[in-house]
């Protein structure tokens, strides 16, 4: 639980983006924006673990509508790799299970990396929040239950080395920066790395960058929130801004407005979907194509 005010007054609808602190879970995060934003209507666009910080992308109000859209985005991380021991979370925090010890050189380790970029299959973590029937898959790990996922496709558009290696015990530790599609675990990286060198690895330290277009520079801190709230409303990235930052968009006209809000099909040239229209920078509707026409998703009040 994170203490904070209650705001003096709603927050406007839109895009929250939280810098997360260490330690505490992304549900954490929801609470205490809840309290400060004093609405109940607060959503996020994918966890972070308790143990990484960084970009947590909150939707507010009617925000929560975006989250959707928001969920599929690219991100960029940055984290700390350590290779030769293997940990039952494959992070820091978990029991070690084994250390294995690492002889690769540098140029072995860069070659592993540059093997783990493009489109590859993985296994996510025992640890990590996948469902299986039901239930998450950290909870019945935690439990003592057996946990087996199926490998998944996801793309890695960079993962490179971004420091020296450092070398003790017989282990490797090194920073790295990776941007990669949703349902990528970089706990998953550092094993996969490890494993393509005859061994293992964990992550010690993870840091999301960019969640989509919204990145850790504009991120805001609790403490920041916190003082926000006692002088008025915290402060959103606004609807319109928030959708067109996060999928192509296209301005409408008075009629086309109209018409989308009825729930009728518009006629606009677009070629990438979904499409937010917008009319005097305002968000009305997130479009999808039917034909040549496009019609309204999602709708948002005035």
Known sequence: MIDVPRGAQPAPSGILVVNKPAAATSHDVVAAVRRLAATRKVGHAGTLDPAATGVLVLGIGAGTKLLTYLSGADKDYESRFRLGQETDTEDADGQILSTPGIAATDEEIDAALRALNGTIHQ??????????????????????????????????????????????????????????????????????????????????????????????????????????????????????????????????????????????????????????????????????????????ATVFQV
């Open 123 to 296: 296994v996510p973590s025992a640890y990590s929040a996948k469902k299986i029937d039901g239930k998450r898959a950290y909870n019945l790990a935690r439990a003592g239950e057996m946990v087996e996922l199926k490998a998944v496709p996801v793309t890695i558009d960079r993962l490179e080395r971004t420091g020296p290696v450092s070398r003790h015990d017989n282990l490797a530790d090194f920073d790295i920066e990776v941007t990669c599609s949703t349902g990528t675990y970089v706990r998953a990286l550092a094993r996969q790395t490890g494993q393509l060198l005859g061994s293992e690895g964990h992550i010690t330290q993870l840091r999301r960058t960019r969640v989509g277009g919204f990145t850790l520079q504009e991120a805001s801190t609790i403490k920041e929130l916190s003082a926000q709230a006692e002088q008025g409303a915290i402060e959103v990235v606004g609807m319109a801004e928030a959708a067109k930052r996060s999928m192509p968009h296209v301005e409408i006209s008075a009629e086309q407005e109209q018409a989308a809000r009825y729930g009728q099909f518009i006629t606009v040239e677009a070629d990438s979907f979904p499409l937010a229209l917008i009319r005097d920078d305002r968000l009305v509707a997130i479009g999808t194509r039917r034909g040549d026409q496009v019609g309204p």
